[in-house]
């Protein structure tokens, strides 16, 4: 790849990123919790959709050989300690790092005061990895293992299962909303 | 500013200018998830970069040496790579398309938060901080973000990932309870 695409290219991957971001409204902090206060589904609606079209069509590159599968470590502990911190936070700042992000350049203050919240979290983080790898990243670790290969359903019938689940879900969220905004 | 924040507020709701499907939004990050996987192999992801980056920040805190000797930051140096370019193009086509649509102003305090907690500007800055602190250390404990590991990983159907999934939205429901519950 020459010198312009690996710069170009993934500043146009992020640029694209970003501006769907803001026009699925998950650059909005009342979106964002009022999804975890179950009064708005935008984010389940992008994140869902997402997983689906995303997975079916990596799922497709991989079989034929065009990409390869990039899962990251199943450190059991870790993984969950630091999923509950991230639930605490996401619902403390009003934003995950990414939407953050996009939130920061259409405006909103208190996003950038989280940022530099964010940076501090980092290097915190960076001073307790050696006590952290020691104690808690090798408590339960799996490895890079994928729920196909954990449970021994074929990719398929998890892609056709989340599909149904997330078309059925998605569903009954339409109707309850139509009918919130009809009463 | 406050004042002008507020007015800006009445007169549109932020959200109220967007309308684009939060399922097209939601199968245009699928498809960008393609374009990650088969031309870059270099799924989307936020945080990794971010801890790259941190290490800039840390220098003036935490002295030249200590970022150097960092065993965390000797495995994550700062590098130009293509996560931190994908970083830099987050704002960039956040902010176009909030010109675009008309949906870019300056929020101080957002509306939910100014329901449950006030208007207080100090108030809302330290929660940000706060919740940033939390929710980058619980990325980097747990190796990603709702990108890294939601997206990414849940359309890869990575264990780590939907274990990141099922906590994080856990733990956020019950502090989003907790946090807003009637006074």
Redesign the interface.
């Known amino acids: 790849m020459t010198a312009m695409m690996t710069i170009l290219g993934p500043l146009v991957m992020g640029a694209a990123f970003g501006f769907l971001l803001q026009r699925g409204k998950v650059t909005s902090c009342n979106v964002i919790e009022n999804q975890f206060r179950l009064r708005d589904f935008t984010v389940l609606k992008v994140m869902g959709t997402a997983i689906v079209v995303g997975g079916i069509g990596v799922l497709l590159l991989v079989d034929t050989g065009n990409t390869k599968y990039y899962v990251k470590d199943a450190n059991m502990l870790a993984v969950a300690l630091g999923a509950a911190l991230f639930g605490v936070g996401m619902v403390v700042y009003g934003y995950c790092p990414g939407t953050a992000l996009g939130a920061i350049a259409t405006g909103s203050v208190h996003a950038l005061v989280g940022a530099l919240g964010m940076i501090a979290g980092a290097i915190l983080y960076a001073l307790s990895f050696d006590w952290l790898k020691a104690n808690v990243l090798n408590v339960g670790a799996l490895g890079k293992v994928r729920l196909p290969d954990v449970t021994g359903i074929p990719d398929v019938v998890w892609f056709a299962a989340l599909a149904v689940g997330a078309g059925l879900f998605f569903w009954w969220i339409e109707s309850t909303e139509a009918r919130q905004k009809k009463g | 500013m406050t004042t002008i924040t507020e007015s800006y507020v009445r007169e549109a709701p ?2 109220a200018r ?1 309308d ?1 499907s ?2 097209l ?20 992801g ?2 990794t970069a ?2 790259r ?3 800039l ?2 220098v003036p ?2 002295g030249p040496e200590a970022v150097a000797q ?4 000797k495995s994550m140096p700062l590098k ?1 790579d ?17 010109v675009i ?1 008309g ?11 100014k329901e449950r907690f006030g208007p207080s500007v100090a108030k ?2 330290a ?51 907790l ?2 519950r009637a006074r």
């Open positions: 932020r959200t967007i684009w939060p399922y939004v939601g199968a245009g990050i699928g498809l960008l998830s393609w374009v990650a996987f088969g031309v870059f192999g270099d799924p989307l936020v945080t971010y801890s980056i941190a290490s920040f840390a805190v935490i960092n065993s965390y930051w130009w293509y996560g931190v370019w994908f970083l830099v193009g987050i704002p960039f086509g956040a902010f176009v398309s909030a649509s949906t870019w102003r300056l929020e101080l305090v957002p509306d939910v938060w809302r800055f929660a940000a901080f706060l919740g940033g602190i939390v929710i980058m250390y619980g990325a980097r404990l747990a190796g990603g973000c709702t990108s890294g590991h939601g997206i990414s990983g849940g359309l890869q159907l990575a264990l780590s990932s939907w274990l990141f999934l099922a906590v994080m939205f856990a733990t956020g429901l019950a502090v989003s309870a946090m807003f």
